[in-house]
């Protein structure tokens, strides 16, 4: 039986399916995406025509998404960190926090990071305004929230908190989470602090010079 995950270290949704990975310590093999290794690519092809990564695949089933890989893990690999908690109100505030993390601070950390990736002549400026207020917004109401948490519904490590660690990490760079947002800072050093976002990040270390905006020298 083997179990394995498709995408690369760099990639944010990559690194949230590995936290859930991690969390759990479950074996499995990492297939890379890049040109050293075109085979993986052409398997991701097959299984998800859009080639969007993570994508993991157990003995022939496709699991792509990474809140569906972490669900599928949940249910065919548990283990002792309970990523979608048994209660029915704490596992709808997981899923809805794990929304909030993808939907508005991932997808506008990525309309920054991806306008920054076009040729100079194709940037559209008002892209980067309109993810810098959604972003500004969404760091507000979440700065008012974690005054009160550890992790992003209280006191377990959850699924919404696999999103949050690489969601917040690139945000912060693509857009600093400014200092009057301390809960926000405090609880994404927690994150960074977590040994299984710990070990995601530093196997992306080495390719932080991916990063079109200029990585910053922390973290
Ligand atoms: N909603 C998807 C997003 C996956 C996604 O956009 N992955 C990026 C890498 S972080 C990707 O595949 N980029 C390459 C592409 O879009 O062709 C998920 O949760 O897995």
Redesign the pocket.
């Known amino acids: 039986m083997t179990l394995a995950l498709y995408?690369?270290p760099?990639?944010?949704?990559?690194?949230?399916?590995l936290i859930a990975l991690y969390e759990n310590a479950i074996a499995f093999e990492f297939r890379i995406?890049g040109p050293a290794a075109p085979e993986n690519y052409d398997r991701l092809k097959r299984a998800w025509s859009?080639?969007?990564?993570?994508l993991l695949e157990e003995d022939g089933t496709n699991v792509?998404?990474?809140?569906?890989?972490i669900e599928y893990l949940h249910l065919k690999h548990p283990g002792p960190v309970r990523l979608i908690p048994n209660d029915g109100d704490a596992a709808v505030e997981t899923r809805t926090l794990d929304r909030v993390f993808?939907n508005y601070v991932?997808t506008p950390m990525?309309a920054i990071v991806r306008n920054a990736m076009r040729a100079e002549e194709d940037r559209d400026p008002s892209i980067v305004t309109e993810a810098r207020a959604q972003l500004e917004a969404i760091y507000g109401w979440l700065d008012q929230r974690m005054a009160t948490r550890k992790w992003a519904i209280g006191e377990v490590f959850t699924l919404a908190d696999c999103a949050a660690a690489p969601s917040l990490f690139y945000a912060d760079w693509a857009h600093p989470i400014a200092p009057a947002f301390v809960h926000l800072r405090n609880y994404r050093q927690r994150l960074l602090a977590r040994p299984s976002y710990d070990r995601a990040n530093n196997e992306a270390r080495p390719y932080r010079h991916y990063f079109p905006l200029g990585a910053p020298d922390r973290d």
Do not use: C, V
């Open positions: 995408g690369h760099f990639s944010s949704y990559t690194q949230k399916a995406i859009l080639a969007k990564f993570p792509f998404e990474s809140t569906s890989i993808d991932m990525n």
